[in-house]
């Protein structure tokens, strides 16, 4: 059995919600999916013509998160990685898709001011690395950025996230440009001028190996400067052990209690178990200074 990243995870506040996380893992620690040979084998199996994206019906355990039914926009549902086949050599590394906590994505923000960034907001881009259905996206849109892009893998969770992303506009939300790019992150060239990139947990460590590299390069010559905030760390080490970047803050950021509530439930509504969520996310946020 193969353990790899996830979601959220681990019953912060010690209660007993539901943790069905399968044999071999008793207490839910830390964020995760849980890979079973047996089980990869249904979902593969599952995939072909008879299901599309498993996870978002109601009677796979789909749940409406709040932020849904307020906006009207359609960011839920958990979709395990091996459920998202793109033909991209980097599917196999793919966790998963989940939209971030909101409250965790702001409290994440506005440290991020905190620590001092080399360019105002106004002059900063804002990076989604795997953007999913653009919850992110969205959140970061209503910031002063001087633009928000979202790189996302599969076509169809790229097609939901513009689908969200022209609703938002109508709703007059959008303060920020933002777009959506179809394709692999390790692929996309950065903007010019300060970036600030966002990662939920989209990856295993291969492609953050790859996408660090990537941005090596591209830091090389391109002007401005690179900032990293990373919810559910668990590549935290890839970036530990690469030269020239600088961890400026580690720590937990605790969800919302309506946010803990709506993912507390939509996990205990997955049919297959296999991730948690906690009160919180460990986060990090780094900078590269060459
Ligand atoms: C946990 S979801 C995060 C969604 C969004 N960032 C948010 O916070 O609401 C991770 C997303 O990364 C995408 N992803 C995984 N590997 C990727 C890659 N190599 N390039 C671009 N997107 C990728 C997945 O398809 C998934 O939609």
């Not at 010019?192 to 460590?205: K, R, Y």
């Not at 390069?217 to 052990?241: F, H, I, M, P, S």
Request: glycine content about 12%; overall charge positive; proline content about 4%.
């Amino acid at each position: 059995m193969a353990a790899h990243a996830g979601v959220g995870c681990g019953p912060a506040d010690g209660s007993a919600y539901p943790c069905n996380l399968a044999s071999g893992w008793g207490v839910c620690a830390k964020v995760q999916t849980v890979k079973v040979d047996g089980r990869e084998k249904n979902g593969a199996a599952a995939m072909g013509t008879r299901r599309w994206l498993p996870g978002l019906k109601v009677k796979e355990g789909f749940t409406r998160h709040p932020f849904d039914v307020e906006f009207g926009v359609r960011t839920s549902g958990l979709v395990a990685g091996r459920h998202l086949k793109s033909g991209h050599r980097h599917d196999r590394h793919n966790t998963a898709y989940y939209g971030v906590a909101p409250s965790v994505f702001q409290a994440l923000v506005r440290r991020w001011r905190r620590t001092g960034p080399a360019g105002a907001m106004e002059e900063t881009t804002f990076v989604d690395v795997g953007a999913g259905m653009g919850r992110a996206v969205l959140l970061a849109s209503q910031l002063s950025f001087k633009a928000v892009v979202g790189v996302e893998l599969h076509p169809t969770l790229a097609g939901i996230a513009r689908k969200n992303m022209g609703i938002w506009r109508a709703a007059g939300r959008a303060r920020a440009p933002m777009r959506v790019v179809e394709g692999d992150a390790v692929d996309f060239d950065l903007p010019d001028g300060p970036v600030v990139a966002f990662l939920f947990n989209p990856f295993e460590a291969a492609v953050m190996r790859r996408l660090l590299k990537r941005w090596r390069k591209d830091l090389a010559w391109r002007t401005g400067e690179l900032d990293v905030l990373y919810v559910n760390n668990e590549q935290e080490g890839v970036l530990e052990g690469e030269r020239g970047w600088m961890r400026v803050f580690e720590g937990k950021v605790r969800r919302s209690k309506a946010d803990a509530i709506a993912d507390h439930r939509i996990m205990a509504n997955q049919p297959e178990g296999e991730y948690a969520s906690s009160n919180w996310e460990d986060c990090s946020i780094w900078r590269f200074v060459g």
